[in-house]
């Protein structure tokens, strides 16, 4: 065991239960940890205290429209041989439900209220490239510019990133294709990379270094740092699924009348589970509620998608009355405009949105639908 703590930038190497001490830490540090567990058939994220708690011995099998957890082999069991679940950091940093303020009327006058709770301070658990690629879109959209997101400002402020590299992908992956995975290069505090004995961890910050205390770490050997590589090298040769993106956006812009909306309309649902999976989405909207007396009032904000129907309702009516319409809102924003609002893509390459589309709709697919037959 090293007498001092790890250097910011360092490769070290801890027992995969030395992982614990670095829980304990983060919670002795008041971070509340969150993490992926193993619930109700899929990889969910929730809150965790334990090394335990992790699906140790869980894998996934995705496919378009097809999700399925199995147990692994007891020799060959570890904590992260998943990839991505139904769920994203989004749900803590720009939650689903939201209450923005209260009113009560006292004496005939009206007393407004904020929230009082103290925005949470988490620790993310096993955070993964694409993920984190996408929390890095959403601070773009939602802490820079002229518009900035108090709520989303002060959780982001309190956020403890451990981040994993993938060592394994699935058919829906192409991380790679959007130049965000399989492997973490920034943003975090701890990155891990699952070797089969032990955890190799790259410190990403002082915050990461100082949550190393009291492990059994010792440097990385060149051993060590080999097994690595052989891990990244897996998982990218996994990645089979390709998006072109060195033609984004005009290739979306020039074909805004194609008639290839029209067959993609014909399975989409509009059921919007592609904008709830996806980790950059973000539309909202506001509800307003009292009680039967108008005494109390509520404003609460609430996750809304560019699918549902009444989110394109304006004055003098609707702008995307057809499923078509709607598709095309979203493909086109995702890979397009999003680029001219924001400077980058609103995709990840996480291929949530083609798992959990209930008829397997794959933007991989489409887009490249679109190129081709736009040639013909």
């Given amino acids: 065991m090293s007498p001092s703590l790890p250097r910011v930038s360092a490769n070290v190497g801890i027992p995969k239960a030395s992982l614990q001490q670095v829980f304990d830490n983060l919670r002795a540090a008041g971070f509340s940890l969150v993490g992926p567990t193993a619930r109700d058939g899929a990889i969910v994220l929730d809150e965790i205290a334990r090394l335990d708690d992790l699906p140790l011995g869980w894998t996934d099998e995705q496919e ?24 994203s950091w989004k749900q803590f940093l720009h939650p689903a439900r939201l209450r923005l303020f209260g009113a009560e009327k006292k004496n005939g006058d009206w007393v407004f209220r904020l929230p009082e709770e103290p925005p949470p301070h988490y620790a993310f658990i096993g955070v993964r490239a694409c993920d984190l690629a996408a929390i890095g879109i959403q601070d773009r ?89 052989r891990v990244f090298q897996q998982a990218e040769k996994e990645i089979e699924r390709h998006l072109t993106t060195d033609d984004l956006p005009r290739a979306v812009y020039d074909n805004l009348e194609h008639p290839h909306w029209d067959e993609v309309a014909t399975r989409c649902l ?71 609002q924001f400077g980058t893509s609103g995709c990840v390459g996480c291929g949530r949105c083609i798992t959990w589309c209930p008829v397997g709709i794959e933007i991989t697919e489409e887009m490249n639908a679109i190129r081709t037959k736009a040639t013909q």
């Fill in 64 to 87: 378009p429209g097809r999700y399925h957890l199995r147990k692994t082999r007891e020799r060959e069991a570890q904590y992260f041989a998943f990839t991505v679940g139904p769920h």
């Fill in 270 to 340: 509009s059921c919007a589970n592609c904008t709830l999976v996806c980790p950059t989405c973000f539309c909202t909207t506001v509800e307003d509620a009292s009680n039967l007396r108008c005494t109390v009032a509520e404003r609460t904000r609430l996750a809304d998608s560019c699918f549902n129907r009444d989110f394109s309702h304006v004055f003098g009516g609707n702008i995307r009355p057809s499923i078509r319409s709607r598709y095309r809102q979203w493909l086109s924003h995702k890979l397009a405009s999003w680029i001219d």
């Fill in 141 to 229: 959209v939602l802490l820079s510019g002229e518009f900035r997101d108090p709520h989303y400002a002060s959780r982001r402020g309190n956020v403890f990133v451990l981040a994993v590299n993938c060592g394994r992908a699935n058919p829906t992956c192409f991380c790679t294709s959007m130049k965000t995975g399989p492997r973490v290069t920034g943003g975090f505090d701890l990155a891990l990379t699952e070797l089969p004995d032990v955890f190799l961890v790259e410190v990403g910050s002082e915050a990461g270094s100082e949550m190393m205390k009291d492990t059994s770490w010792e440097s990385a050997t060149a051993f060590d740092l080999g097994q690595a590589a």
